[in-house]
């Protein structure tokens, strides 16, 4: 993602996870939400951090002793990320530089739990139901995705190619999961340009039958 749709992002109510002394923000609700509802002693696993950007989300699950696949097509998203991950927890971190749509060929192993925060609609549309598919498959049964995505009257950006979600798309996607949490938010976010955005996120948590 280039810089123009970082800051499209920050200006739709999800900021992206850097604040401004290089620290990284908070990790992400969704995936707070999904760590706890893995009973204690079987996690920590391996998680797929898919679209990690500068890797809040793959730090709060590093720092919970996870071992995690960091994915992002962004190679200085990648980088960035490498230069915020405490020395002593590089041996559980693996990254890779890959889109979404390279991900059926990727030979990935299963994971316990598959991260998406804020960048499944980054998929084109006429890659989503394949990309999807796979998602489904690299998560071992009675592990967990949390994430999430863009409802239908979500103001997309044209040239970002954005998938778009109704509530029955997302339940049909989640065929195969128990639903956890499912959340929507729609708010009206004015912008410094004078224009009006309407963001509309879905967030979810599911576990695998
Ligand atoms: C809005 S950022 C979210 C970053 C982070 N997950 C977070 O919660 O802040 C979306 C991320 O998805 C990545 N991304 C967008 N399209 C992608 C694609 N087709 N394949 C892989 N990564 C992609 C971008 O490079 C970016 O890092």
Redesign the pocket.
């Known amino acids: ?1 280039n810089t123009l749709a ?1 800051t499209m ?1 920050a200006s739709q109510g999800h900021p ?2 850097q604040t401004g002394n290089g620290a990284l923000a908070a990790p ?1 609700k969704t995936l707070v939400a999904a760590l706890q509802l893995f009973d204690a002693p079987a996690a920590p696993g391996l998680a797929l951090d898919l ?3 500068v890797g ?2 793959t730090l709060e699950l590093l720092n919970r002793s996870w071992n995690v696949v960091a ?4 190679p200085e ?1 990648l980088a960035t990320l490498l230069t915020q991950m405490p020395a002593h927890h590089m041996s559980r971190l693996t990254t890779r530089l ?4 390279e991900l059926s060929a990727a030979r990935m192993a299963t994971f316990d739990l598959v991260n998406a ?3 499944l609609p ?2 084109p549309p006429a890659d989503f139901n394949g990309f999807w598919a796979n998602v489904g498959q690299l998560i071992r049964r009675n592990g967990r995705f949390c994430g999430h995505f863009f409802g239908l009257s979500h103001t997309a950006r044209a040239e970002f190619n954005t998938t778009l979600h109704s509530l029955v798309d997302i339940y049909a996607l989640l065929a195969g999961f128990e639903v956890e949490m499912l959340n929507g938010v729609e708010k009206d976010q004015p912008q410094p340009d004078g224009s009006m955005k309407h963001s509309h996120i879905i967030s979810v948590v599911a576990r695998k039958y």
């Not at 890959?98 to 749509?101: G, N, Q, R």
């Open positions: 993602m970082k992002i992206g996870p992400r679209g990690c950007g809040a989300d994915v992002d097509s962004d998203a890959l889109a979404f749509e925060s804020f960048s980054y998929c």
